[in-house]
C-alpha cells in the first residue's frame, strides 16, 4: 500500500533527480524511494550495531584487558 505525500526539495536537487532518472531510465519517486530505503536500512543497521555494541561493552572491556594483560590467548601459535 502507498500513500501521496508532499515534500519540498531545493532547486539543485530536482535538478540532479531530473538528471538521474533520465539517464537510469526511472521515475524520480522510484529513485527517491530507492534512496530512502537505503538512508533507512543503513540508520537501522547503525542502530543495531549501537545497541549491540552497549549490551556487550562490559564484556569487550574485559576481553581487551585481558589481552592487554595476558596477550592473545594462541599467541604461542603465531607463525607472524
Do not use: C, P
Not at 6 to 22: C, M, P, R, V, Y
Not at 27 to 52: G, P, V
Not at 54 to 73: P, T
Amino acid at each position: 500500500m502507498t500513500k501521496k505525500m508532499t515534500i519540498t526539495l531545493e532547486d539543485s536537487l530536482i535538478k540532479e533527480l531530473d538528471s538521474s532518472a533520465k539517464l537510469l531510465g526511472k521515475k524520480k519517486t522510484q529513485i527517491i524511494r530507492e534512496a530512502l530505503h537505503s538512508y533507512l536500512d543503513l540508520h537501522t543497521k547503525e542502530q543495531k550495531i549501537t545497541q549491540w555494541e552497549q549490551a556487550n561493552k562490559e564484556a569487550i572491556e574485559e576481553y581487551n584487558k585481558s589481552v592487554e594483560e595476558e596477550g592473545l590467548v594462541l599467541q604461542h601459535r603465531r607463525m607472524f
